[in-house]
């Protein structure tokens, strides 16, 4: 399955590991580098995510990556990443469009 992250994804990335490399640049380069192997395996088994508990929609999913939750919606050959939010964040509706 061909992976897509979306601008407001790959947006929300930059700016956690910019607050990360305030404290640590090395820490924040490990981070980007852990969220995008984590992902990676979505390839190979795309629901293995749980289903996102506020919308109950069976294409889009989540995986838990530290305090982060990664949005994805499975589409019939590729998954795309929708967007990275902190874990204790309600997901807007229109993030997931």
Same mark, same amino acid.
């Given at each position: 399955?061909?992976l897509?992250?979306?601008?407001? %994804?790959?947006?929300?990335?930059?700016?956690? %590991?910019?607050?990360?490399?305030?404290?640590?640049? +090395?820490? %924040?380069?490990?981070?980007i580098?852990?969220?995008?192997?984590?992902?990676s395996r +979505?390839?190979?088994?795309?629901?293995? &995510?749980?289903?996102?508990? /506020? +919308?109950?929609?069976?294409?889009? #999913?989540?995986?838990?990556? &530290?305090n982060?939750?990664?949005?994805? #919606?499975?589409?019939k /050959?590729?998954?795309?990443?929708?967007?990275? #939010?902190? &874990?204790?964040?309600? +997901?807007?509706?229109? /993030?997931t469009?």
């Amino acid at each position: 399955m061909k992976l897509i992250w979306s601008l407001l %994804a790959l947006d929300r990335v930059s700016e956690i %590991a910019e607050y990360i490399s305030k404290d640590s640049p +090395l820490s %924040a380069e490990r981070w980007i580098n852990s969220i995008f192997n984590k992902v990676s395996r +979505l390839q190979k088994y795309p629901e293995s &995510g749980r289903i996102v508990p /506020e +919308l109950n929609i069976t294409e889009i #999913r989540e995986i838990i990556y &530290g305090n982060y939750r990664i949005i994805y #919606r499975i589409r019939k /050959e590729s998954i795309i990443i929708l967007t990275v #939010r902190h &874990g204790h964040q309600i +997901l807007p509706e229109e /993030e997931t469009k």
